[in-house]
Each structure stands twice: as structure tokens, then as C-alpha cells.
């Protein structure tokens, strides 16, 4: 190479090669593991009701937040039995994407 | 009654039609850098050559007041001429007439010579500077811009589509660029989107500019969308008439034939690449070496730059070339540059270019984002793209050649037809590290000194398998070569392909992994 590039270090099978990264790779997410106890936002968009309170037992299928994204009414529910933990969003909340919005423990 | 009244007549009215959106309107756009519509068509082409048509068309929106607007050519202009004495069918939206909206009309000018381009078998330049579909005319705006991804769909294949952005190209728009086989977008001037960041900012509360949505850099580095990135227009017609010499004229013609020439002296090959196959080199400087006159036309230079595509000629033939670059992401294969070379494999099938591959990875991109993002969907498209492809297909097998890897990169197993390595390829499963540890996990954990053990363990692998030789056994590879004998040894395997000659089954169309 007649200019110095820096490099950096890549792990592939086993072995470790010198090489340049691009902008994308860096940039890559970490995959973290979904945490079921938390529900969250699957769209941006803006909530209009919440339907339940801190220590609240809520059953399967029963709807905690209604979120609008894309002129659409969405209801979230419950995944399971359970009760609820926490919540951190309140009508007319703004939300991006993957926000935890409520916080969930099963029966 | 004499015609030179009529003549005169004529020569106002197309004088009138010339202005565009008048004055104004054509200082306004070259603020921003741009040339007008009919500047750009001349620019590209030869001097005198262009030859316009439907200069007289009148658009048809009839409500909303805009009966009584007149609208020269309708916003957009159509021709034919020639670029290096070569006929050539030529499209550009006028975008200071009416923003160069597109209606009834002006679809059906673009249709019309694009009907032309096809029934005549020329390539077909369409230059794309619109604010999208024109409200007034409503669905008929719509069925325009069905009418024209149609054309592009039959044209694909058939005769060469080249997409220049000189501007906006927004919503729907944005297909007809994506169906053909070349994109040019020019900083700071094109800009491609399906939403706008309005109504991204409106719906989803994302705030973001438009270059940094669609802009010129964004397609040419992280969508792929866009194939040659120009800094200005000059540039990018530049581009497109060095683009224009490599390629065939249609997919019945071979590319018009240069004179040969050798490479400029360079490095000795076998100097450029190091010994160790973890440290990386730039594999352009090997192309520049085997290529006549060590020229080399890049394509999408900026996306996926682990895997490098693009045209030079051997012999004065057009050749097109797929190379791993380890000296990014140490040249593995990915999501994005198994679309990039898929595509341009198919390109080359379709127009008659033989096909060499340069090869030297280390396997696949790990990672959770590779597997989700459908790693092995996009990947098959390169196992498709070679294994359908039946112009001439040659493979030198530099350093690495590992497990899939090594099967996608044009493998004898997909029918190349002459397979090379150098004599210092590791043509195996996987790398030394990696088999090592597997085969021999036992004795490595028994080991008194693991890490020896390893070590040694690696080596004896090394020796064992990770050589050309036990590939070239079983005439996997056609011949061990020395790396000086590259350039002889592809120029003698495409000139014993000319006439390759293969039938594959009969079917309608295949069902390619998109």
C-alpha cells in the first residue's frame, strides 16, 4: 500500500485477520436478548390511552396501551397473566421505537 | 403562398417550447449546480447528434385550473443520437416546467421512447429530475409510471437502462431507476426516497435531512441503490460515457472490441500480495496488474468494498471482474456484497461478458445482524448467479478459499470453466485456526501444553490441507500456476472460451432467491 491505512482486527472462523472495517459494520447493533417482561413500543408513534395502573392484575389478552402509529389505533396487551410493574408512558407520549413502555411480572 | 412563413413560424414556436420554465426558473436550478434538461442530453451525446421528438406535446390535466397552463413538452424531453458515433435513445424530466411532475403525457413521451429503445435494440438514458407524480391528473400520473417499471422490466436483459439522478426522484418514481441496470447520482443534486423526511417527521417523529435520507452519498454507500457517484454533473457524464465503451449495445452484441494493450508496468504481482493470508492487501492494484492497459472501471466503488466489481478489458475484450477485497472486512462475503455481485454476475450473463473471478476470502460475515438480516437468502443469490451464468467463467484462487466461500466464488462446481490458484492457496473446509480446533479438540485439551499443542496442530493441518495441491487432485483446479502467469493464463482461457457454447434447461424463468 503506498498510503498507511490503519487497521483493525477481524475474527473469522477461529482465525484473526488485519483489514479495514467498513462504517456499517461498525455501526452494528448488539444482539441483546428480549427481555419478556417489558413491553415495547413494535412502532413509533403516539400514545393515546393507558388503561392500566402500577400493581394492577391484568389477564391475557387484555389491552394496556392504545398507541396511534400510522393513523392507526393499536392496542397493546398483556402477553400473559400477570401484573403490572411499572409504566412509563402517559397519553399524548411521543414514542420512537423499541421504547419500553410498561414494565410486566407473570402471576 | 410561399412555406417560409410557416418555417418562421415553426422556428418560433420551438424556440418558445426551448425556454422550459423560463428564466427564472432554469437560474434557480443552476444555483444549485444543474444544467438544464436539454443541456444534460447534449452533454452526454455527441456534438450535433441530438434529434428531438413530441417537442409539441400538450399535457391533458384538465381541473384544477391547470386547463389554462401551458407546460412546455409537458416537463420533459425525449430523443435520439449517438455517443461515440453509436445510437443511443435519451429521456430527461425538465424540472423547471411544472417541477417536472410526471402526467399523462410526459409518461407517454417517456413510453414512447422507450418502446423505441427496445423495438431498436439500443441502450436506453433516462435522466430523472422530478418532483414526482403530478397531482392534477391524478390516477393518470399513476398509470404513467406503471406503464414506464413495466418497459423497464421487458427492456431488462435485452438492451442496456442507464438511470441518472439529477435531482429529486421521490415515491414511486424511485423504481423506474431501480429496474435498470445503472445508477448515477451526483452529490448534493440527487436525491431518492419513498418518503420524504415531512412525512417521516409528521408520522414517525424521526427528524432527518434529505441527504441524509436519500442523498447521493447514502445510496452510493449504504443502499445500494446507486452504482457510480459523481461530485458534480461534468463528472457523472463522464462516467457514464466510460461506462457506455465496456458494454454491449444489446444482449444479441458482444462489446465493441478495443485495441489491445498490455498493463502498465507495475509491481510483479506475487509482490502485492503478502504471504500470510491474515494480512491484507488491495486487491485492485492485482486487477490493475492483469488488465490492458492496467484500466479498471469500479461499480458501486462504495458499497459492500469487500467484494469489488466492475469492467476492464484483456486482449481488448470486455471482461468483468468479481474480486474479494481482504483489505475490507477481510473480504468476506455479507448480505450486501453477495447482492452487489449477484446482480452484476447476472448483468455480465446477460450481455455477454465473460466473467473472471479473483478470489481470497476467509468464508462468511458472522454475526447475529448477518443471520437475521437473511445471510443465507442473499447469499444464494451469488451460488445462482454463478451457477446460471453461462458466458466464459474463469477463477484464480489467490490465498484463501474457504468452505462456502470457496464453493460461491465460481467454483469448478458451478461450472467454471477454468479454475487457477497460486501455489500458495489454502483451498479447504476452513482456515488451519478453525479445523484445528475441531479435529483435533481432543488432543489439544489433553495436551500437557495446549497452546503448543495447538500451535502444532495448526501446522500440521496447514500442510496437510490447506494447499492447492489436494484440490488440483481431483482436477477440482485445473492447474497450480505461478502468479506471474496470471494474466497469460486468463487471456488464453477466454480466448479458448469465444466460443463457449452451452444449453441449459428449458424453463420460463428460474426463482432466483431475491
Not at chain 2, 435513445?89 to 421512447?113: E, N, R, Y
Amino acid at each position: 500500500m503506498s498510503e498507511e491505512i490503519k487497521l483493525d482486527h477481524l475474527v473469522v472462523q477461529g482465525a484473526m485477520y488485519k483489514t479495514t472495517l467498513t462504517p456499517k459494520f461498525k455501526h452494528r447493533k448488539a444482539w441483546k436478548a428480549p427481555n419478556p417482561n417489558l413491553i415495547y413500543s413494535f412502532i413509533p408513534g403516539t400514545v393515546i390511552d393507558v388503561l392500566v395502573k402500577p400493581g394492577q392484575k391484568v389477564k391475557e389478552g387484555e389491552t394496556l396501551v392504545l398507541l396511534e402509529a400510522m393513523k392507526m389505533h393499536n392496542s397493546i396487551v398483556m402477553p400473559f397473566d400477570g401484573e403490572v410493574v411499572k409504566v412509563n408512558v402517559q397519553p399524548k407520549d411521543s414514542v420512537s421505537k423499541k421504547e419500553p413502555m410498561i414494565e410486566i411480572r407473570p402471576k | 403562398m410561399s412555406l417560409k412563413r410557416n418555417i418562421l413560424d415553426l422556428r418560433k414556436r420551438k424556440e418558445e417550447i426551448q425556454k422550459g420554465g423560463g428564466e427564472e426558473a432554469i437560474e434557480k436550478q443552476a444555483q444549485m449546480g444543474k444544467l438544464t434538461a436539454r443541456e444534460r442530453i447534449i452533454s452526454i451525446l455527441d456534438e450535433n447528434s441530438f434529434h428531438e421528438y413530441d417537442m409539441f406535446v400538450e399535457h391533458a390535466a384538465r381541473d384544477f385550473g391547470m386547463e389554462d397552463k401551458i407546460l412546455h413538452g409537458d416537463g420533459v424531453i425525449i430523443g435520439t443520437g449517438t455517443i461515440y458515433n453509436k445510437p443511443v435513445c435519451i429521456f430527461a424530466q425538465d424540472f423547471t416546467v411544472a417541477g417536472g411532475s410526471l402526467g399523462l403525457m410526459h409518461a407517454q413521451k417517456i413510453t414512447k421512447i422507450m418502446d423505441h429503445a427496445l423495438k431498436m435494440r439500443v441502450p436506453l438514458i433516462g435522466i430523472n429530475d422530478s418532483g414526482g407524480a403530478r397531482i392534477q391528473e391524478g390516477v393518470n400520473s399513476l398509470a404513467g409510471y406503471g406503464e414506464i417499471f413495466f418497459r423497464n422490466t421487458l427492456a431488462s436483459g435485452v438492451i442496456p437502462q442507464i438511470s441518472v439522478i439529477l435531482g429529486p426522484c421521490a415515491g414511486g418514481a424511485v423504481y423506474s431507476p431501480a429496474l435498470t441496470d445503472f445508477v448515477f447520482v451526483v452529490e448534493n443534486i440527487s436525491k431518492m426516497f419513498i418518503t420524504g423526511p415531512g412525512v417521516i417527521k409528521s408520522v414517525l417523529g424521526e427528524d432527518i435531512s434529505m441527504e441524509e435520507l436519500g442523498g447521493a452519498r447514502v445510496h452510493a454507500q449504504v443502499t445500494g441503490n446507486a452504482h457510480f457517484f459523481a461530485k458534480n454533473e461534468k463528472e457523472c457524464f463522464e462516467q457514464i460515457k466510460k461506462l457506455i465503451t465496456y458494454i454491449p449495445w444489446n444482449n444479441k452484441e458482444k462489446a465493441q472490441p478495443f485495441p489491445a494493450k498490455p498493463p502498465k508496468k507495475s509491481k510483479k504481482v506475487e509482490r502485492i500480495v503478502p504471504t500470510d493470508p491474515k494480512i491484507p492487501y488491495d486487491m485492485r492494484e492485482i486487477i490493475k496488474a492483469i488488465t490492458d492497459g492496467s484500466e479498471f472501471l469500479e461499480i458501486m466503488e462504495l458499497f459492500a468494498p469487500n467484494i469489488i466489481i466492475g469492467f476492464g478489458r484483456m486482449d481488448g475484450e470486455t471482461v468483468g471482474f468479481v474480486a474479494n477485497q481482504p483489505m475490507v472486512l477481510a473480504g468476506v462475503l455479507d448480505t450486501d456484497s453477495s447482492d452487489k455481485a449477484a446482480r452484476f454476475i447476472r448483468y455480465c450473463d446477460a450481455f455477454n461478458i465473460p466473467i473472471v473471478t479473483l478470489e481470497d476470502l476467509p468464508g462468511y460475515l458472522p454475526g447475529v445482524d448477518q443471520e437475521h438480516a437473511g445471510v443465507i437468502r442473499h447469499g444464494a443469490k451469488i451460488l445462482y448467479a454463478y451457477s446460471e451464468a453461462t458466458v466464459p467463467k474463469i477463477t484464480v484462487i489467490l490465498r484463501k478459499a474457504y468452505g462456502g466461500g470457496y464453493i460461491a466464488m465460481n467454483s469448478r462446481h458451478l461450472r467454471a470453466d477454468f479454475v487457477f490458484a497460486w501455489p500458495a492457496a489454502e483451498i479447504a473446509v476452513m482456515g488451519p485456526e478453525g479445523a484445528a480446533n475441531i479435529v483435533f479438540r481432543k488432543e489439544i485439551m489433553e495436551a500437557e501444553d495446549p497452546e503448543a499443542m495447538r500451535l502444532q496442530k495448526i501446522q500440521e493441518y496447514k500442510e496437510k490441507f490447506a494447499n492447492p495441491y489436494v484440490a488440483a487432485a481431483k482436477g477440482y483446479i485445473d492447474e497450480v500456476i505461478e502468479p506471474e502467469e496470471t494474466r497469460s493464463r486468463i487471456l488464453h482461457a477466454l480466448k479458448v472460451s469465444k466460443n463457449k457454447n452451452i444449453s441449459m434447461p428449458v424453463k420460463k424463468h428460474g426463482i432466483p432467491p431475491f
